[in-house]
């Protein structure tokens, strides 16, 4: 085949480069925010046995996380980046285990701009980045498809154990997994039964035969259920009830999930983009059937999923992909292979596929969410908002979430809405605020906005003097959850290590967060959930410690920290 250019070897270096730079920039010191929250929820309260035998389905929890949270409970306390350690990790390998096998499976050129397209991949940076399951999941899924499509292909016993042992470990971080690894079953069995009566043994194009297609799926089976075991399927059974059939995928899902999939909110890219993956898929089908079918069943098999289990907010774009999360690296398997055949047309091909290649990645960029990556400061990369850029809605101005409650009305966010000291901070200097009180969901957090606007570090207060958070599903909190109910049953010395966190009980981690001002919200302290007098007995606490406010209106109170 047509090799795109002979420099691959430098383009795969600097390709890995780039996705390392868009998982690690920023990463550190970023508060936990939205969903994280649902896993550290789960694992307080409950011991390291317990935990390795259930999960919850709600808070899309899973046993190797929760048991990972809780070992670092037990032994050197809570640290945001060793929470999200685990889908850094995931992110990064993405972008470096699977040039080899997909060269076997396609050509260099083809695995050189998956390379490239897994880099740039908003969904895939942006999970990587957070405390949840997803960047594992489309690590283990894909290698399992990855593996599963070498060993129809080469006939190898390593890869079938290399496709069971993923398959497994896949399903352990999200049940949705198990759509996926079951393809090259499914396909491995219906190119064997083709050319099962024939003397010639398996085909030409799949190199196993029925019997040991039917030995590894029995093994799959098998090993699961050891795996899980009786309480971890009945944790499922359970859990899985609680969600299904109280969602509906509609046509609006669908198109705004695929302009997620394709890395950005513009239509005309999103399709320009789905067109060579068809291009890619059609080639891919001439040179290697099996893995071909196996790519391209993936998506239909989740949405078919989607219809038939329906479960809570599959409505949600957002969280559609999350589900089919190994949908991304397939889909873009599929972009890469077109672009590589788009260089066999002639002589000049290869410079236009290059060309077309990197508009592709540069218009990609900057119609989706990374550049805010790159806004200094953002302590909010971890906010949902960046993973529903499917419309052209400016995020800088609207408090919205897919996943907001029906009985929170949507916010739009003028300047003239943000409290007017915010414009007197970006004036004074651009040491660290605290902010306080913050609550988990995305939709109720307008801390982001604010820092739109006073261009400063910010540090998350919370008081450590709450009741345990109410959850009527086990594992999962509601969206107007304190951040505080969280952490208030966690020992200190345990939550000491989350550096954008501060116990605003101790006037000593105050003094060394390095903070200038503290701000406390009192229109987000609502009566219903928040505890009553508390707000009024920090106030108090601090206008005896550091002064009377340097601002003070109907919501907020300011206090200076230190003066500049």
């Known amino acids: 085949m047509a090799e795109v250019t002979r420099d691959w070897p430098r383009l795969s270096v600097l390709a890995v480069l ?17 969903d994280e929250w649902h896993g550290l929820h789960f694992i307080v309260g409950k ?28 032994t050197i306390g809570l640290h945001e980046w060793l929470l999200r350690l685990p889908s850094i990790v995931a992110g990064l390998a993405m972008l470096l285990v699977f040039r080899r096998p997909l060269t076997r499976l396609t050509d260099r050129t083809t695995a050189t701009w998956f390379q490239w397209l897994l880099a740039c991949s908003p969904l895939l940076v942006l ?46 971080f999200h049940l949705f997994a198990a759509v996926a690894v079951c393809l090259p079953l499914g396909v491995g069995g219906l190119f064997a039964l083709r050319k099962r009566d024939q003397a010639s043994g398996p085909s030409s194009v ?38 299904a059939g109280q969602g509906h995928l509609t046509l609006r899902t669908l198109l705004l999930s695929f302009k997620l999939v394709a890395g950005t909110h513009n239509l005309a890219l999103a399709m320009a983009i789905g067109g060579l993956a068809i291009w890619g898929a059609f080639r891919l089908f001439r040179e290697n059937p099996p893995f071909a079918l196996i790519l391209v069943l993936c998506i239909p098999a989740h949405l078919l999923a989607g219809v038939v289990l329906h479960p809570r907010s599959i409505d949600a774009p957002v969280v559609l992909t999350r589900y089919s999360i190994v949908c991304v690296p397939v889909f873009l398997l599929l972009v ?39 806004r200094f400061p953002n302590s909010f990369t971890a906010q949902t908002v960046y993973f529903q850029f499917h419309t052209q809605e ?11 409650p029906v009985a929170v009305a949507k916010r739009t966010v003028k300047v003239g809405d943000i409290p ?12 660290p605020i605290i902010e306080f009180p913050m609550m988990a969901g995305d939709h109720r957090n307008p801390f982001y906005f604010y820092q739109r606007v006073h261009h400063r570090p910010v540090l998350i207060g919370y008081a450590p003097l709450f009741p345990e958070a109410p959850s009527a599903v086990p594992g999962m909190i509601y969206g107007n959850t304190y951040i505080d109910q969280v952490l208030s049953p966690i020992p200190s010395g345990k939550r000491k290590g989350l550096s954008s966190l501060v116990d605003l009980t101790d006037p000593t981690a105050i003094s ?33 410690l550091l002064g009377p406010p340097v601002y003070l209106d109907s919501e907020m109170a300011v206090f200076a920290l230190k003066r500049s």
């Open 47 to 74: 011991n390291l046995a317990w935990l390795t035998m259930h999960f919850s389905i709600p808070g899309a929890t899973c046993i190797p996380l929760n048991v990972y949270g809780k070992v670092l409970l037990n």
């Open 420 to 431: 007017p000291y915010y414009l007197e901070l970006a004036r004074e200097g651009t040491g």
């Open 512 to 544: 060394r967060s390095g903070a200038t001002h503290l701000l406390l919200h009192r229109h987000l302290a609502f009566p219903s959930t928040y505890p009553p007098g508390l707000l009024r007995a920090l106030f108090a606490m601090y206008r005896q």
């Open 18 to 34: 780039t996705g390392v730079l868009l998982r690690l920039v920023q990463v550190w010191g970023q508060p936990l925010l939205d």
């Open 394 to 404: 400016d995020r800088s101005e609207s408090l919205d979430s897919e996943l907001r």
């Open 127 to 172: 999970y990587s980045r957070v405390f949840r399951p997803y960047s594992p999941t489309a690590l283990l899924t894909f290698a399992a498809l990855v593996a599963g499509g070498l060993w129809l292909s080469t006939g190898q016993k390593r890869m079938r154990w290399i496709y069971f042992a993923t398959s497994l470990a896949a399903v352990e």
């Open 206 to 243: 799949c190199q196993v035969h029925l019997t040991e297609v039917a030995q590894t799926a029995t093994f799959l089976l098998v090993g699961a259920l050891i795996l899980m075991g009786w309480p971890t399927l009945d944790s499922m059974r359970t859990s899985l009830g609680q969600v």
């Open 336 to 374: 890469a292979r077109g672009l590589a055949a788009c260089a066999s047309f002639g002589r000049n091909s290869a410079r236009l596929a290059g060309g077309l290649g990197a508009v592709i990645l540069l218009a990609g960029f900057w119609t989706g969410p990374l550049p805010e990556l790159f």
